[in-house]
């Protein structure tokens, strides 16, 4: 399993549950922190240390594709990615799952503004279980914790973020994906 392919993975699933409380559709500002693994904290110093040592003009297109697809990285290796919410979406208030990494999610517990869920993935094989609280309709904190083989040896690590609402218009940032339900 490649860490890049990983991360992609727990991003998009940190990105996706969130949206199972009550939201405001629109656009929305997603930042995670990955921790607790080595592995994942080396691929992240290197990809920053890549992207500081790209000429300015190579640095500027690889940030300008990053943008179109609304993530960024930020200071000490926090990612940012842009998410769109159409009201359709939000009034179904149910946890989309994602189709990257082949995974399913589902609703553990809900108790109040809190929620408890955990997701299962075959391709790169990860698990795990998160927690949203919800400060109302536009913002949440999230903690997640996920456990993957490497190698034949179990990993674990861990993600802590939080997401905003930004704006109602999602500008050129797209909806997410939600599969029909089966």
Known sequence: MRAPSLLLTCLLLSATGAFAQTTAPGLWEIQNKMGGNPEMDKA??????????????????????????????????????????????????????????????????????????????????????????????????????MQTMRNGKPESMTMDGQGKWLAADCGAVKPITVPAKK
């Open 44 to 145: 992240m110093a290197q990809m920053q240390k890549q992207m500081a040592n790209m000429p300015p003009a190579q640095r500027k297109q690889m940030e300008a594709m990053m943008g179109q697809n609304g993530v960024s990285i930020g200071a000490g290796g926090a990612m940012t990615v842009k998410v769109c919410i159409t009201p359709e979406m939000a009034a179904r208030a149910e946890m989309p799952s994602q189709t990257h990494g082949e995974c399913t999610s589902s609703l553990v517990s809900r108790s109040g503004g809190t929620i408890k869920s955990k997701f299962s993935c075959t391709n790169p094989p990860a698990s795990g279980e998160g927690t949203y609280t919800f400060s109302g309709d536009k913002a949440y904190t999230m903690h997640m914790v």
